[in-house]
């Protein structure tokens, strides 16, 4: 119980230096807050996922830092992060050297997001969904319904 105190704290301190940029570009610095960050991620926190998911996908370094920030963002959205579920199904339908694009993940993962709240995720099903995509046909009903709950949602 002391450890996971402990990791909250951290991770809260971390993530209010992670802002101070003379911080980030310091070597030993950026290693004791990435260490913080993984720390409250691999506690299971749902946030820390996401964040700590974004920042390896973007700023990792190595193939191993992307995947690594991929499976972060899934448990993530698997634990109902919206952002992370959003960025998922941009990955699913931009496809990369392993896989080919899959408009039928992204469009699970982007249904999962706009179901957390995620209006543009919605938005993008709606443009899916209208257009088709690879594997995944036209639907005009299903567009106008995620035209309609991106509306609910603010776009």
Same mark, same amino acid.
């Given at each position: 119980?002391?450890?996971?105190? #402990?990791?909250? /704290?951290?991770?809260?301190?971390?993530?209010?230096?992670?802002?101070?940029?003379?911080?980030?570009?310091?070597?030993?610095?950026?290693?004791?807050?990435? %260490?913080?960050?993984?720390?409250?991620?691999?506690? %299971?926190?749902?946030?820390?996922?996401?964040?700590?998911?974004? /920042?390896?996908?973007?700023?990792?370094?190595?193939?191993?830092? #992307?995947?690594?920030?991929?499976?972060?963002?899934?448990?993530?959205?698997?634990?109902?992060?919206?952002?992370?579920?959003?960025?998922?199904?941009?990955?699913?339908?931009?496809?990369?050297?392993?896989?080919?694009?899959?408009?039928?993940?992204?469009? #699970?993962?982007?249904?999962?997001?706009?179901?957390?709240?995620?209006?543009?995720?919605?938005? #993008?099903?709606?443009?899916?969904?209208?257009?088709g995509g690879p594997g995944l046909p036209a639907d005009t009903e299903l567009a106008a319904r995620f035209v309609q709950r991106a509306r609910e949602l603010g776009l």
């Open positions: 119980m002391l450890w996971r105190l #402990r990791a909250r /704290i951290g991770y809260g301190v971390a993530r209010r230096l992670f802002h101070w940029s003379w911080l980030v570009k310091q070597p030993r610095g950026w290693r004791w807050l990435e %260490g913080q960050f993984a720390r409250m991620a691999n506690l %299971g926190d749902v946030a820390a996922q996401s964040f700590y998911g974004h /920042i390896l996908l973007f700023r990792g370094q190595g193939f191993g830092a #992307r995947e690594e920030g991929v499976r972060l963002l899934r448990l993530a959205a698997t634990g109902g992060d919206a952002k992370a579920a959003y960025r998922l199904g941009v990955l699913s339908l931009a496809g990369d050297t392993r896989q080919a694009a899959d408009g039928l993940e992204a469009a #699970r993962w982007w249904t999962l997001a706009a179901a957390a709240g995620h209006p543009l995720a919605a938005q #993008r099903l709606a443009d899916l969904y209208r257009e």
